[in-house]
C-alpha cells in the first residue's frame, strides 16, 4: 500500500518562498514505472496540475506554464521523497497543495493528505 | 492547454437514481480520460482511469464510457456515500488539465 505523507508550513509572506515535502512509502520515488507529482486546489482556480518529477533512467520534470519562472520539483533518494518550492508567492498562491502519484496512462491513483498553504503578511 | 468541461456543474438526486455526468475535452484525447470523486476534507479519489476501467476497489455502480472529445461517468443506483465531488482529468498531454467539478447533492 502507497502512502504519500506532507508536511510543510501552513503560513508564508508574500514574495517568499513556499516549500512543502511529500515522503513516500511503499514505492519508490526513482521507480521507472510512476511519475511524482504536484498538484494544488482553490475555489478560484479548481484544481490545477503544478509539475512532477520522474525517473527513467535519468531525472526528468515537467511544469505548467503559469507557474514554471517560479517552480522546482526535486527529488531526494536517499530520503525516499520528493518535494516542491515556489519562489515569489502572492495571495494567488494560497491554496490546497496535494502531492500525488501517476502511474500507467498517467492516471493519479495515490495523493497525500494535502497542505493548506495560506499566503499572508 | 486541453480545457475540459464537464456538465452540469451540480445537480441533485435521490438514493436510488441514475445519474450521469459529462466531460468534454477541447481536443482529442483518445481514452485518456480520467474520473475521481472527491468529498469535503479530503483528496481525490480515482474512481475510472483510462475512460472505461473501473480502479479496484471501486463499487461496480460506477462506470465510464466515451473515446476522442466525448465521456460519461455514470452511477447506476445512488447511494448515501456517492453524494460528493466527481472531477474529469485528462492525461494524454502535459500539462494535465482537470474539470471544473460536478457537485452531486441530496435532493
Known amino acids: 500500500q502507497v502512502q504519500l505523507q506532507q508536511s510543510g508550513p501552513g503560513l508564508v509572506k508574500p514574495s517568499q518562498t513556499l516549500s512543502v515535502t511529500c515522503v513516500i512509502s511503499g514505492d519508490s520515488v526513482s521507480t521507472n514505472s510512476a511519475a511524482w507529482n504536484w498538484i494544488r486546489q482553490s475555489p478560484s482556480r479548481g484544481l490545477e496540475w503544478l509539475g512532477r518529477?520522474?525517473?527513467?533512467?535519468?531525472?526528468?520534470?515537467d511544469y505548467a506554464e503559469s507557474v514554471k519562472s517560479r517552480i522546482t520539483i526535486n527529488a531526494d533518494t536517499s530520503k525516499n521523497q520528493f518535494s516542491l518550492q515556489l519562489n515569489s508567492v502572492t495571495s494567488e498562491d494560497t491554496a490546497v497543495y496535494y502531492c500525488?502519484?501517476?502511474?500507467?496512462?498517467?492516471?493519479?491513483?495515490?495523493w497525500g493528505q494535502g497542505t493548506l498553504v495560506t499566503v499572508s503578511s | 492547454d486541453i480545457q475540459m468541461t464537464q456538465s452540469p456543474s451540480s445537480l441533485s438526486a435521490s438514493l436510488g437514481d441514475r445519474v450521469t455526468i459529462t466531460c468534454r475535452a477541447s481536443?482529442?484525447?483518445?481514452?485518456?480520460l480520467n474520473w475521481y470523486q472527491q468529498k469535503p476534507g479530503k483528496g481525490p479519489n480515482l474512481l475510472i482511469y483510462d475512460a472505461s476501467s473501473l480502479q479496484s476497489g471501486v463499487p461496480s455502480r460506477f462506470s465510464g464510457s466515451g473515446s476522442g472529445t466525448d465521456f460519461t461517468l455514470t452511477i447506476s443506483s445512488l447511494q448515501p456515500e456517492d453524494f460528493a465531488t466527481y472531477y474529469c482529468h485528462q492525461s494524454f498531454n502535459i500539462p494535465r488539465t482537470f474539470g471544473q467539478g460536478t457537485k452531486v447533492e441530496i435532493k
Open positions: 518529477t520522474y525517473y527513467r533512467s535519468k531525472w526528468y520534470n
Open positions: 500525488a502519484r501517476d502511474v500507467a496512462s498517467g492516471q493519479i491513483d495515490y
Open positions: 481536443q482529442n484525447i483518445v481514452t485518456f
